[in-house]
């Protein structure tokens, strides 16, 4: 079994690589990512020489070379390349059309040309937009996405949808809520307030910090993809959550109690345009259908991921140097 996985060098992108090897020790995984400034193949060292796994540098957006790495013969696409940060969809947002409808069509066409046995879309649920104080996203939940990220994320999933309708391609999508672990990039808020946290640094907090989200530890995020290529009825959504709702402050104030560090490097920064104000899963169909349990209790899964950025300093400090163009670009200016 050939695996194409795109951006395989990002967070979760990495974290499924690892992950696939092990579960399945036959397949052979190809990663393709154009190692933008979120790709870092420093996350890929403990497999690099791995014989059933290679790396090709590629954009998604450019047909030529992706059509001739399904020339190889490819079975299965898992697709996780994306622009991924909200922020810089505010700043920026004509890459994230560029990358996340644009590369998702190619992707598809290839996909078609050399009938895949499965494309899986990886999706957010930021597609949904925003919820109230009550109610969870269902699969059925209207596509309401508010910033230029999740409505290029949203334009993606139209399109894997049309390629089912139109020509019968194998297809699922899952749209999973926000994923915190190992080698996720310090622009996003948990591995962002554990870092700067760590050198005492001012921790922005958008708005009155009272946003909630959703969280999931990125190996369950990665289980269950495994469980959709393989069991997912073709054609369907399904939805990935671990029910983990907390308020951004609260998500600040785990980490400073659990750094030892004071209350007082909190800083109310003016809020995200657009901000949604609530996410939350549910995951039922993912749970009774095929069976998926997460293995990550919130509580120990975030001091666990403490504990590693502690102990992979020179990780992120490398990227926070500036070795990684373009971290500087942020909503609020120079980090
Ligand atoms: P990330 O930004 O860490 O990684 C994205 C990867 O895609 C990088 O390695 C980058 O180099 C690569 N890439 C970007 N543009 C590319 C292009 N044009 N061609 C080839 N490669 C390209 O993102 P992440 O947080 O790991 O998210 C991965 C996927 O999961 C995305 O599709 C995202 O929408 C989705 N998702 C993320 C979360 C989350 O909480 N992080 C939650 C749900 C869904
Ligand atoms: O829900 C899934 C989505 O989760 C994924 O699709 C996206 O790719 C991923 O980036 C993430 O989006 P969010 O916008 O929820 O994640 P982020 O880490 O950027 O922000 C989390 C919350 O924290 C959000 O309410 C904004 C807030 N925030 C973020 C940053 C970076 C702050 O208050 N301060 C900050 O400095």
């Known amino acids: 079994m050939k695996l194409l996985v795109t951006g395989g060098a990002g967070f979760i992108g990495s974290n499924f690589v690892i992950y696939m090897l092990q579960q399945h020790p036959n397949y052979q995984i190809v990663n393709v990512d154009a190692l933008t400034y979120a790709g870092n193949l420093e996350n890929l060292k403990s497999i690099e020489n791995h014989p059933n796994y290679s790396f090709v540098k590629a954009d ?5 070379a992706i059509d001739q790495i399904f020339q190889q013969g490819i079975d299965i696409v898992v697709n996780f390349a994306a622009e ?12 994230f059309v560029k990358t996340n409808v644009l590369g998702t069509q190619v992707l ?9 046995t499965k494309y899986v879309q990886v999706s957010t649920d930021e597609v949904y937009g925003s919820l109230g104080e ?31 309708e139109t020509f019968g391609l194998p297809v699922n999508i899952t749209r999973c809520s926000n994923n915190y672990g190992p080698y996720q990039f310090p622009e996003k808020l948990i591995p962002l307030i554990i870092s700067r946290a760590m050198s005492d640094q001012a921790l922005p907090i958008y708005g ?25 009825r073709v054609g369907e959504v399904y939805n ?13 104030k785990t980490i400073l109690q659990e750094l030892n560090k004071p209350e007082s490097l909190i800083t109310y920064v003016e809020d995200r345009l657009g901000h949604d104000r609530r996410y939350g899963i ?13 293995k990550h209790n919130f509580e120990t899964g975030i001091k666990e991921t ?30």
């Open 134 to 164: 009550t109610g969870l996203f269902m699969e059925s939940t209207p596509l309401e996405p508010n910033s230029p990220y999740s409505a290029s994320k949203a334009g993606g999933d139209l399109l894997v949808r049309a390629y089912h």
């Open 208 to 232: 009155d910090g009272l946003n909630i989200r959703d969280w999931l530890y990125v190996e369950d995020h990665c289980s269950a993809i495994d469980l959709v290529i393989h069991e997912g």
């Open 306 to 335: 403490i504990q590693w950025y502690l102990n992979n300093k020179d990780w992120w400090t490398r990227i926070q140097s500036g070795e990684y163009q373009g971290y500087q670009i942020t909503q609020y200016g120079e980090r």
């Open 240 to 252: 990935i959550g671990g029910n983990n709702e907390r308020t951004n402050l609260h998500i600040v």
């Open 60 to 64: 998604i957006t450019d047909a030529q």
């Open 282 to 294: 549910d995951p039922t169909k993912l749970v009774q259908e095929l069976g998926w349990k997460p």
């Open 84 to 95: 991924s940060h909200v922020d810089r969809s505010i700043l920026e947002p004509e890459v």
């Open 108 to 116: 598809l066409d290839a996909s078609k040309r050399y009938g895949v």
